[in-house]
């Protein structure tokens, strides 16, 4: 079940055109300005893998966050888009253990149901898990009275 995107129209912030989707620039300014980031990567290789991997360091959460919202675009599955604050007050609800086995520091974000099964990236559809129990899941359902397999 696909969720349904609400549009946002606003003007673009360097030209004035209308713009579509909630970007602050049109598609024609859009194109441009990856053409000019492109160029820009071309002329100078090593500074923006730098700088992404010092973001990453610094910011490990968001890094997750962005890389599930965009296995989740790839797929085709709905993405809420969800805080870095509404994830750890998650966190509080579970006490900052696994949500299945309950032993364990929670280390990882879990989709209950899998995105490789359809599953939404959105707060109702995660929980925490431990490293271990994650890897164990995988990509399968797993119920209170065990795994379904996919």
């Known amino acids: 079940m696909a969720l349904k ?7 673009c912030t360097k030209c004035g055109k209308p713009s579509e989707d909630g970007f602050r620039r049109c598609s024609r300014c859009r194109k441009s300005r990856a053409m000019s980031m492109r160029k820009y990567r071309l002329r100078h290789p090593g500074e923006n893998t730098r700088y992404v991997r010092v ?3 610094r910011h490990p959460e968001r890094k997750n966050e962005h890389e599930h919202r965009r296995r989740a675009r790839r797929r085709g599955n709905a993405c809420v888009i969800f805080s870095v604050s509404d994830w750890r007050e ?11 086995c309950i032993t364990s520091k929670a280390n990882e974000m879990d989709h209950v149901v899998p995105l490789a099964l359809g599953g939404a990236h ?16 995988g990509a399968r359902i797993w119920y209170l009275d065990g795994m379904i397999e996919a």
């Open 55 to 57: 973001w990453q360091k």
């Open 122 to 137: 959105s707060l109702a559809n995660v929980r925490p898990a431990c490293s271990s129990c994650n890897r164990i899941k």
């Open 90 to 100: 998650k966190l509080k609800l579970y006490n900052g253990s696994c949500a299945y």
């Open 5 to 11: 995107r609400r549009r946002i129209l606003m003007d």
